[in-house]
């Protein structure tokens, strides 16, 4: 373990391992598999990078984030390592290069993608090689059950079949229990020991909201971080578009990201946002995976996900270098009727839209919750944990009360008008003849004569609506989205409308807000001041902070590379508190390594003096 523990000193800049990287990196060292489950920003990529340095040979690393590698690589570079990636992205003469290295044993760490390493010149390429182990990230996309399926995935089991003798470790950040089983099963991982960390992340803030003109919202939260960098994930291409656009009027550096858009479109956006500050990414769920940017301030949801797992995953992008960062979602009744008709109507068999359905009913039910959420999400991991303080109903607790008279009329109204000519109809309909609305539809009908019409003239519209969505969210009505999104009653709807069973709701969440004004873009040096405001930097270290943030952009900028990878906020935050005035006391700054001490260190401490 002293190897392990020199590698990363030395390297990497670290005094000493993170539970339970220590345990990881021995067992891979030993030469025998694991299979690692541990959130975004813990560390996992050391995990199989120290064992690459240690043990004799080329650590493989799997990935599918072909336009992400070179980033990866370039971080590696900058603390001294010899990483390579081998994609389709190089050219013919910069793939023999490549290659060259490999049967030389010139190279540290090589990320490969799937569908490369699975070709037989690649495989025969690896047979001529000495592999010191294969990792395989994101692990969790050879899952048929998870929403990151990767077919070229299934043929990774290879590796056990052809490099019995290898060490292999399978890393994930999501995986429940039924996922885990499939990562064994299908990767022949069946004898790996298993890794589990907490699933919670402290720095994150969840914010769940009921949509309620959801540009103002959205507004009104953004209001607090002009000049952040931050991704606002969208159901669809047409939202993503129209959504950067709008942000773009509201003084946002918003860029679109979707599968619709042309490959070089994509990748010059996603390029901007690794290597600029202060982009805002509006992007469908095409964009995200294995994002390394560590200084994402929040994460949106403008449209509830399919699942936990992939809320869990997409928020845990924001905050990779442990400062504060916000989770905030809207979500509305529309969310849940569309994605359970997108189950419904998928080309997948019984058994997975029943897994489908239970894995919305989960994350409706996380976004309903009226107590923390963050229990509620380690819950369903299986974890266990206290009220956090850190989210939006510990610290602003929703006010609970007795719905079970007006949940009784909605449903009797239901009832009630199903009954005359045995025709359902939709949430607004039935709200008009609640609420006692004479327009010609419901006269013409005679709806305005049944013993319910009127009933409900006591609440409004929207709150009527919220009613409606939890009742959905309970499983008491049922929206048949293949008739046009009628009201149907369910079974369990039954003891309520007999007075058999109350309804205790909570309050809706609209986190109303005055109305935000368009967001002014930010004075040099005041994203800085932020950042350093939140980690409780006094005013001589944020204004270190301010220039070595200024002095690290230029230097990125120079070099052609994303300004994370010469080093990350939480290690300049910490030169800043520190002031080191010598190479020395440098040295022992968390983050800087042999390397780039040796790079970077009369720079730096020029930039700590203003020179």
Known sequence: MSAALDVLQRVFGYPSFRDPQQDIVEHLIAGRDALVLMPTGAGKSLCYQVPSLVRNGMGVVVSPLIALMQDQVDALRENGVRAEYLNSTLSL?????????????EIDLLYVAPERLLTDRCLELLSASRIALFAIDEAHCVSQWGHDFRPEYLGLSVLHDRFADI???ALTATADAQTRDEIRERLALQEAREFVSSFDRPNIRYSIVVKDEPRRQLLAF???????????????????????????????????????????????????????????????????MGIDKPDVRFVVHLDMPKSVE???????????????????????????????????ESPADDEHKRASRQKLDAMVALAEADDCRRV??????????????????????????????????????????????????????????????????????????????????????????????????????????????VLELTDAS?????????VLLARANFERAPRARKAKPRAAGSTAAATASAIGLDAPAAARFAQLRVWRLDTARAQGVPPYVIFHDAHLAEIARHAPVDLDALRQIPGVGATKLERYGKALLAALEGG
């Open 222 to 288: 953004l209001a607090e971080f002009a000049g952040e960098a931050g991704i606002v994930y969208c159901a669809t291409r047409k939202r993503v578009d129209d959504t950067a656009a709008w942000l773009l009027e509201q003084g946002f550096d918003a860029l679109p990201y979707h599968a619709g858009m042309g490959t070089a479109d994509r990748a010059r956006n996603q390029s901007r946002f690794l290597r600029e500050d202060g982009v805002v990414m509006v992007a469908t769920l095409a964009f995200g």
């Open 93 to 105: 003469d910069e793939t023999r290069r490549v290659e060259r290295a490999m049967r030389a044993g």
């Open 167 to 169: 060490p292999r470790i």
């Open 310 to 344: 992939g809320y869990y995953q997409e928020t845990g992008r924001a905050g990779r270098d442990g400062l504060p960062a916000r989770a905030w979602m809207a979500y509305g009744l529309q969310d849940v009727v569309n994605n359970r008709r997108l189950i419904d």
């Open 376 to 485: 509620r999400l380690l819950r369903y991991f299986g974890e266990d944990s206290r009220a956090c303080g850190n989210c939006d109903n510990c610290l602003y607790p929703p006010e609970r009360w007795d719905a079970s008279d007006p949940a009784r009329r909605l449903l009797s109204c239901i009832y009630r008008i199903r009954q005359t000519g045995g025709i359902a109809y939709g949430g607004h309909y039935v709200i008009d003849v609640l609420r006692g609305e004479r327009n010609d539809r419901v006269i013409e009908r005679g709806h305005d004569r049944l013993s319910t019409f009127g009933i409900g003239g006591d609440l409004d519209a929207p709150a009527w609506q919220t009613l409606l969505r939890q009742l959905v969210a309970r499983g008491l009505i049922h929206v048949a989205h293949d008739r046009f999104g």
């Open 494 to 502: 039954r003891p309520v409308l007999r007075g058999e069973e109350s």
